[in-house]
């Protein structure tokens, strides 16, 4: 069983259109991660969080909000989406202790 | 701040012979160094992880040995195969334990 899913896998956005990306987790880890994934960068964190109703920015958060109501799930918000948003998105738990994340098979979202 | 150098973007050697991906790292903090392995249009996965200085640890045929001194953790293998193309990303975590910095990645190719 996939302990990490996403939905959608694949989104056509428009710009200035808004988009929901969806995570849960199933390993009950109290960290959840929103990444992107481009040629030459790598994964870049966006938002994460602690726990239910806690988000902290990461590294590239502009554009970006984040949502935890619960334990199991995360949501990555793109209220205006713009080209430049194009990219792979990965979600990723981890515990506590910070010794692995796990992550999610992947969003791939083209904004046209 | 932290942060993670990859200075290899692609690799391509032939099956059988051997790998060695470099990693380096800057950090004010006790490091804790990760290699993650993505095959193609797959999640990353974590294969190698270790915080301790000197010491070799190993995972499916790679190894690799984080040296304090000179702030590396390069990943080898002894033999390739061509199951090993794949996208490989060193990461760090952060001092705050909950947060890992990911170099931009090299993507190994092998040939038959």
């Known amino acids: 069983e996939a302990a990490v899913t996403q939905s959608p896998r694949n989104k056509v956005a428009v710009t200035g259109g808004k988009v929901t990306l969806s995570c849960n987790q199933t390993?009950?880890?109290?960290?959840m991660y929103w990444y992107r994934q481009d040629t030459g960068h790598g994964l870049r964190l966006i938002h994460y969080s602690y726990g239910a109703g806690s988000t902290e920015k990461g590294d590239i958060p502009d554009g970006y909000k984040a949502s935890r109501p619960s334990q199991e799930n995360f949501s990555l918000i793109l209220e205006l989406a713009t080209p430049s948003q194009t990219s792979v998105y990965f979600c990723a738990s981890g515990d506590a202790k910070g010794a692995e994340q796990y992550f999610g098979p992947g969003t791939r979202l083209t904004v046209l | 701040g932290d942060s993670v150098t990859q200075t290899e973007g692609l690799v391509t050697l032939t099956k059988g012979l051997p790998v060695m991906l470099n990693c380096t790292y800057q950090t004010t903090y006790s490091p804790f160094l990760f290699w993650y392995v993505q095959h193609l249009n797959e999640a990353p996965k974590l294969l190698l992880k270790?915080?301790?200085?000197?010491k070799r640890t190993e995972h499916q045929g790679f190894y690799a040995t984080l040296h304090k001194s000179s702030s590396s953790f390069h990943l080898q293998k002894s033999s390739v195969q061509l199951s090993d193309s794949a996208l490989y990303f060193c990461a760090l975590r952060e001092s705050n334990y909950n947060v890992l910095y990911f170099g931009s990645g090299t993507k190994l190719t092998v040939e038959p």
């Open positions: 270790s915080s301790t200085d000197n």
């Open positions: 390993n009950n880890h109290n960290n």
